[in-house]
């Protein structure tokens, strides 16, 4: 099916024009699509949902429809834009519900393009950087009062590092594609990394840390803003949105965002921890949730950073190891040089702790 017949299939007013694919993400096919309104160009967004990540689209959607839903009744009752602040997924015409299976069997969405929006791969202006981390922290209140556990967990183990580690040990057992010899180095540092990164997971089982709805992916790119204002707007890409624990949310968004390279560049001589940037996040994320966080959740923050760093590296040589069978890859080797950066990067965050540590309670 074409594009244009799989935006029929929505409740999408209006004549198609045309579609253009996005390359950005690492998991689902996304196009940008244009219709004409009574003379004006509207612009929605069409994905392909990955089944081989996501087993369970239907259970992706509910999640996304249950929590978009919750936002937008707060949105609403402080008075702001839900077309601005608030993603809006279209539901299909012949069932109701938030997809479209086409013949092949594949799940399709549909949501409103945020009108004059942007969103920015990477980021170097410390104001925009601050903003993302407000707009994360704003979405962790907006839903704090919505059952963690009513959510449906659509990856199994999504940010267990303590699971990740298990299969990350099978696969460098079994070494299916006999790629593990030649990453001994990489293997060896990632194991010498497992007890500190694995402590969050084992906070949070015991039930030392609240569980939350978290977004489970907070990339600066997540975010929207308006073109002219520079305002933060919604928070997108909503399928991760599962039970966990803030560290994580907060953990990941460093993670990329004060990275001085992107996570995939193999210059690994380049890769540090930009500490300018870390605080501008933490600065925006801290401040919309410090009366929000319990004592201990403060403490896991940075831990948080280092768990998330290590988690990625582990799943990016996981990956490689066994093949390249999860993340979309653009060259041979290219699962290999995430993992080498997000190893380097890792260290880096392990070796400035007691400085972000510091900052941490600046804000706090």
């Given amino acids: 099916m074409t594009i244009g017949e799989i935006c029929s299939s929505f409740n999408i007013a209006g004549r198609y024009i045309n579609c253009s694919e996005l390359s950005t993400g690492n998991i689902n096919s996304t196009y940008l699509v244009r219709f004409e309104r009574e003379g004006e160009e509207k612009n929605y967004i069409v994905q392909r949902i990955n089944k081989s990540v996501f087993k369970q689209p239907e259970k992706v959607m509910e999640n996304i429809v249950n929590v978009t839903h919750y936002v937008r009744k707060q949105i609403e009752e402080q008075g702001l834009s839900t077309q601005k602040f608030v993603l809006r997924a279209f539901a299909n015409k012949t069932t109701g519900e938030p997809f479209f299976i086409d013949e092949m069997g594949d799940y399709w969405r549909c949501y409103r393009f945020i009108h004059n929006s942007i969103t920015y791969d990477s980021c170097e202006d410390l104001g925009i950087i601050e903003r993302v981390g407000s707009a994360f922290g704003k979405f962790q209140n907006y839903l704090d009062g919505f059952d963690a556990n009513s959510l449906h967990i659509t990856i199994p183990n999504f940010h267990n590092t303590v699971e990740r580690y298990k299969v990350f040990h099978g696969a460098v057992k079994e070494d299916v594609r006999g790629r593990a010899k030649k990453v001994q180095a990489e293997i060896k540092k990632l194991f010498e990394f497992e007890e500190l990164a694995c402590k969050l997971q084992k906070h949070l089982d015991a039930g030392e840390i609240p569980l939350r709805v978290t977004h489970n992916d907070t990339k600066c790119n997540n975010v929207s803003f308006d073109k002219d204002t520079g305002e933060a707007l919604a928070v997108l890409d909503l399928d991760t949105v599962m039970p966990g624990a803030i560290a994580h949310d907060f953990g990941d968004a460093i ?110």
């Fill in 255 to 364: 993670r990329f965002i004060a990275n001085t390279t992107l996570e995939d560049d193999p210059n690994v001589e380049k890769v540090d921890l930009d500490i300018d940037k870390y605080e501008a996040f933490a600065k925006g994320f801290v401040s919309q949730l410090k009366n929000t966080l319990t004592d201990f959740e403060r403490k896991t923050l940075n831990l948080g950073v280092f768990a998330m760093t290590v988690e990625l590296a582990v799943r990016f040589l996981t990956d490689y190891i066994m093949g390249d069978v999860y993340f979309k890859t653009k060259y041979p080797g290219h699962n290999l040089d995430r993992a080498r950066n997000q190893i380097a990067l890792s260290q880096a965050i392990f070796d400035k702790m007691e400085v972000i540590d510091t900052i941490i309670k600046k804000y706090i």
